[in-house]
């Protein structure tokens, strides 16, 4: 069968399309090492990446996202599946966000390296090989009324410093497990 694959560039910024819904398209793209990259996929797609420094952004509906040997920030979302990020090195100014509905989070960072992470895993564990410094927090209530009723939002993280701290770096999940690794 055939089916159309569309690639449109404007201002160094590459978009790839294509209609074919019955099985899945591979595309393997090569960028310089120090680069922003945003991918994006939805519906039983897969992203992957690896070996880049710069600020990155990863949203995938109804697959996993897998980024390894990364230096600088990362935003990755993935609806309903899991979420792997592996930093070749911790960036000193850059905050990262990994969230996931349904969906485990894996953070590996060097063993030396030092993180402030913020956990929110609504209906699952938290693993960690790091020695953690638990942060006193308090929780946030947000109240907003309006004509149509009021709403109330509570959020309860947990905040640890890993190795004195250092950059943020935020992973929240609904229901799913958090685990914390170390790498050489």
Not at 10 to 26: H, M
Not at 63 to 78: C, D, F, Q
Request: glycine share 10%; hydrophobic share 35%.
């Amino acid at each position: 069968g055939g089916y159309t694959f569309e690639i449109d560039e404007d201002d160094n910024e590459i978009s790839l399309d294509t209609d074919w819904r019955a099985n899945k398209v591979s595309v393997l793209a090569r960028v310089p090492r120090r680069a922003d990259v945003e991918l994006q996929t939805v519906n039983d797609g897969e992203l992957f990446i690896s070996n880049i420094t710069g600020n990155i952004e990863l949203y995938n509906t109804n697959g996993p996202i897998t980024a390894k040997n990364i230096s600088g920030s990362v935003i990755a979302e993935s609806i309903n599946d899991t979420i792997d990020v592996s930093f070749g090195q911790v960036d000193g100014g850059q905050a990262s966000s990994f969230e996931s509905i349904n969906g485990d989070l894996y953070l590996r960072i060097p063993a030396r390296a030092g993180v402030e992470v913020h956990l929110d895993s609504s209906q699952g564990e938290i693993y960690s090989d790091f020695e953690v410094e638990i942060v006193p927090t308090e929780k946030k209530v947000q109240r907003n009324e309006s004509g149509s009723g009021t709403s109330i939002r509570i959020e309860n993280v947990i905040v640890a410093r890993i190795n004195g701290g250092g950059p943020a770096i935020r992973l929240k999940t609904l229901h799913g497990d958090i685990h914390i690794l170390k790498t050489e």
